[in-house]
């Protein structure tokens, strides 16, 4: 699978799909036709907006597969500050999670097991290998001193954020795991996690079709999972 499809606002009502398929959306925050006007004056005045944009269409979106308003979708957060569906929903077996870079916001939605996404915008990262020094295993460091620009910062960005969708699924946080995990190749696969995890030889790691200047993966506990990336945007389509 793993294509890309457009879709427009407003949302028709979705179909979860089935446990080994979820669909990753690309929103483009700035695009979300909302009255913040009054904000966008000064840089905490525009974070604002973000953030309620950010609500807004997270809320749109699960409301869409659950059937009801954004308003009415209930949301907590796990001890470590995942979000997930509140008790209110807990007949529904929608998992879902997001990630924000620049303008994007990225949301997978889906029924497998800790799902978790990271996405990036891809730009040139000066401190690349200083950063792999300290956060990834040493071999996995050592292969990306080896890579010139702009090759260096692309591999860079797909080895960070699997890493960080592996973490996001798992919903532990950043902290003393990243260089637990061990990655390999191109696009990056998992070779070992950290030992702690649960059933750690059924993890999914993908890398999605994205619009340009994007990069992502999605994680999941589960074998097998596929990517169906929809980009919400205001040009023609449907999903
Ligand atoms: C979650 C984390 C990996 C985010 O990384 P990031 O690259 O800065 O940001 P991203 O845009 O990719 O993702 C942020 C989103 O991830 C989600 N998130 C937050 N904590 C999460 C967790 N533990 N697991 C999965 N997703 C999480 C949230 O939706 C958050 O967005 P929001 O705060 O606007 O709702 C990082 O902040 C982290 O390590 N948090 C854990 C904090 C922690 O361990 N706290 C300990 C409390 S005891």
């Not at 669909?23 to 973000?50: C, F, M, T, V």
């Amino acid at each position: 699978m793993n294509d890309l499809r457009h879709t427009t606002l407003p949302l028709r009502p979705r179909v979860l799909p089935e446990e080994q398929v979820a669909e990753l959306w690309l929103i483009r925050l700035s695009a979300i036709p909302l009255d913040a006007s009054r904000d966008a004056n000064d840089r905490k005045g525009r974070l604002r907006q973000q953030r309620m944009r950010q609500q807004f269409m997270l809320r749109l979106l699960l409301g869409s597969y659950l059937g009801c308003p954004g308003r009415d979708v209930e949301l907590v957060r796990s001890e470590r500050g995942k979000p997930v569906l509140g008790e209110k929903h807990a007949d529904c077996p929608l998992r879902f999670n997001l990630s924000h870079s620049g303008d994007w916001l990225a949301v997978v939605v889906g029924s497998a097991a800790h799902l978790g996404v990271d996405i990036e915008c891809e730009r040139p990262m000066v401190r690349a290998i200083a950063l792999a020094k300290r956060y990834f295993p040493e071999d996995e460091a050592r292969s990306l001193a080896g890579l010139d620009e702009p090759f260096l910062s692309r591999r860079f960005l797909q080895y960070w954020t699997a890493r960080e969708s592996l973490v996001k699924a798992h919903g532990c946080g950043l902290a003393g795991v990243l260089n637990r995990i061990h990655l390999g190749g191109s696009p990056p696969a998992i070779r070992q996690l950290p030992d702690d995890w649960p059933a750690a030889n059924r993890w999914s790691l993908v890398m999605p079709h994205l619009p340009a200047g994007l990069v992502a993966h999605v994680a999941s506990q589960s074998t097998g999972l596929k990517i169906r990336s929809i980009v919400l945007d205001h040009s023609a389509g449907s999903g």
